[in-house]
């Protein structure tokens, strides 16, 4: 039987108060108060992903954007997203993002390429006054900009690939690209199994690219294709592959290994961090102790600021200023999470939630 919670009395984590010096996710301190700051720059930035793997993104959030705070929640429950209906991830999408609204965030990132291709237009029509940012757009601009050929290979879920989101993004951008679309389900297994190394994680990155090396290996000679106005012109090889799901950046090494380092690999990780950066700005809403030139504030303990190597960073003083949540199985989230994060995570750090 559920309690009610008489009005204006504290109804759990969603009224905790933020504080730089707080500590462990179990104590109160986990949201900054609009009605004790009267400043919307002081509030978090909230994350979400089917599951882990929007960890990657919140990883390149805390190098990019360090003061800031952070809510992600990693719906375990109900993963993986990229088999599901349009219909199914919308509904999803909706109550995933309404429980972080809940926590009064200033800017909200759909950590999930699934997601994003099929929610993002409902979520900005449910939240009209809320920055809703998704890894789609990010990542076709980084894409269109570091090919070279005009030759751009997409790896995402059987969602994404099927909605053909990063086509229509990349068409946008580069009408004249010629983007390939492989889904490859099994590799949100491996990243979420850990298994990103070794024989099993290189038979599979193979069989899925297939199709690149096979191109690769015939060349110019015989590969054709029409591009728009009549024209036919020879194929070039693929030079950009887009990593289209947030679960992939763990197995870049054996991805990179199994194409050659002539592609070029595009983490949209990375430049959807620098789309929230640019669109924090354009609102006035970073963080105080942020630089303007979006260096790391010079007022603040550098152990407190993430930096590259797991032996030169204070993760205390970086998890002070995260509070991660889950739908499921925070044990597992904790393990494999700190493998997406890059440092370690205990399921006494997490709170469950229910959607």
């Given at each position: ?24 996710r179990?104590?109160p ?19 979400f ?48 993002a ?97 298994w990103?190394?070794?024989h ?5 990155t193979?069989?899925y ?19 728009p ?7 070039a ?23 050659g ?14 789309a ?20 790391k ?9 993430p ?16 509070h ?28 469950l939630?229910?959607l």
């Amino acid at each position: 039987m559920n309690e009610q919670t008489p009005a204006g009395k504290n109804s759990g984590p969603a009224d905790f108060v933020f504080s730089p010096d707080h500590e462990p996710r179990n104590s109160p301190g986990v949201r900054p108060s609009l009605s004790q700051s009267g400043d919307k720059k002081l509030l978090p930035v909230g994350i979400f992903d089917s599951g882990v793997g929007g960890l990657t993104v919140l990883a390149e959030l805390l190098k990019r954007l360090p003061y800031e705070y952070y809510y992600y929640l990693g719906d375990t429950a109900r993963l993986p997203y990229g088999t599901k209906s349009n219909g199914t991830i919308v509904r999803y999408s909706l109550q995933v993002a309404e429980k972080l609204v809940e926590r009064n965030i200033k800017l909200l990132v759909v950590a999930c390429n699934t997601a994003t291709a099929a929610a993002l237009p409902h979520l900005r029509k449910a939240y009209p006054h809320l920055p809703v940012l998704g890894v789609v757009e990010p990542g076709a601009r980084a894409a269109c900009k570091i090919s070279r050929n005009g030759s751009i290979v997409v790896l995402g879920t059987e969602s994404t690939i099927r909605g053909q989101a990063y086509t229509k993004a990349i068409h946008a951008l580069r009408p004249d690209a010629r983007v390939t679309g492989i889904a490859c389900t099994l590799f949100v297994s491996l990243a979420e199994e850990g298994w990103i190394t070794g024989h099993v994680a290189e038979a599979i990155t193979a069989r899925y690219l297939a199709p690149i090396l096979e191109h690769r290996t015939a060349g110019l000679q015989d590969a054709k294709e029409n591009v728009p106005g009549g024209r036919a012109r020879q194929a070039a090889p693929p030079d950009c592959l887009v990593l289209g799901c947030t679960h992939f950046p763990p197995l870049v090494p054996v991805i990179q290994s199994v194409v050659g380092d002539t592609v070029t690999l595009v983490d949209s990780a990375a430049t959807t961090a620098e789309a929230v950066e640019e669109r924090l700005r354009e609102l006035n809403l970073l963080h105080p102790d942020q630089a303007p030139d979006g260096a790391k504030g010079a007022d603040r303990a550098t152990e407190d600021c993430p930096v590259d190597g797991p032996h030169d960073r204070d993760d205390s003083g970086i998890l002070s200023r995260l509070h991660l949540l889950t739908t499921d199985a925070p044990e597992r989230f904790a393990r494999v999470g700190s493998l997406f994060l890059g440092m370690p995570l205990t399921s006494a750090s997490l709170e469950l939630v229910a959607l």
